[in-house]
């Protein structure tokens, strides 16, 4: 089973991009699902998490405001929509599923989720 995120690219500081990830799981709506990211010599970092149900959204500081999680369960796939873009949010961000329906605030460990999408690279020119 994969998990297959796009809608990456490049886009000017200021700008938006909305990053989608299907999950093609017949258990999709009974799990929670994040987002991470990567950028080059650094360790991962947790982005945010949507609870199996959608109703409870959870956020790292630094994209708090400007991104939103959202999850179509209908369509087995969930949405990270980025707004007011940085040069600092350039990364190679990852969807991922935990087996929790709610991940709460452990959502942010890595170590909680167990499928991983490929990736998709996001780069915001200054």
């Known amino acids: 089973v994969q998990l297959q995120a796009s809608g990456g690219g490049l886009v000017q500081a200021g700008g938006s991009l909305r990053l989608s990830c299907v999950a093609p799981?017949?258990?999709?709506?009974?799990?929670?699902m994040g987002w991470f990211r990567q950028a080059p010599g650094k360790e991962r970092e947790f982005v945010a998490a949507?609870?199996?149900?959608?109703?409870?959204?959870y956020y790292a500081d630094s994209v708090k405001g400007r991104f939103t999680i959202s999850r179509d369960n209908a369509k087995d796939t969930v949405y990270l929509q980025m707004n007011s873009l940085k040069p600092e949010d350039t990364a190679v961000y990852y969807c991922?599923?935990?087996?929790?329906?709610?991940?709460?605030?452990?959502?942010?460990?890595?170590?909680?989720?167990?499928?991983w999408g490929q990736g998709t690279q996001v780069t915001v020119s200054s």
């Open positions: 991922a599923r935990t087996r929790r329906r709610d991940p709460q605030t452990s959502g942010s460990r890595s170590s909680l989720y167990d499928l």
């Open positions: 949507i609870s199996a149900s959608g109703g409870s959204t």
């Open positions: 799981l017949r258990t999709f709506s009974s799990y929670a």
